[in-house]
Nanobody
């Protein structure tokens, strides 16, 4: 599976931004798209996940109520809508494909395919 993330940029606190993740290649109904972010010197942080069908979602507490994951049913493109952005949301955001069985969301160790990151900078 190949992933292409895009949509990052420089915004002000309180603004919104939408990231996109286009997937191609062999996929599975047991796949999910996860969004992660990382800042220099810190570990990668899980942000949100959505099942391949779009029927299940999961959010980190730090973004719950502000961020929304979705998918375009016409194509394998997934979105991370980020509202009410804060300076602490500044990071490189990446999307990844993870697999899961009967438990949702996927284990953080089950993300095997990664796209390149896109920089999101939120100024105060």
């Amino acid at each position: 599976v190949q992933l292409q993330a895009s949509g990052g940029g420089l915004v002000q606190a309180g603004d919104s931004l939408r990231l996109s993740c286009a997937a191609s290649g062999r996929t599975s109904s047991r796949y999910a798209i996860g969004w992660f972010r990382q800042t220099p010197g810190k570990e990668r942080e899980f942000v949100a996940a959505i099942s391949w069908s779009g029927g299940s979602t999961y959010y980190a507490d730090s973004v719950k109520g502000r961020f929304t994951v979705s998918r375009d049913n016409a194509k394998d493109t997934f979105y991370l809508q980020m509202n009410s952005l804060k300076p602490e949301d500044t990071a490189v955001y990446s999307c990844a494909v993870g697999s899961y069985g009967s438990n949702w969301p996927p284990s953080l160790y089950n993300y095997d395919y990664w796209g390149q990151g896109t920089q999101v900078t939120v100024s105060s």
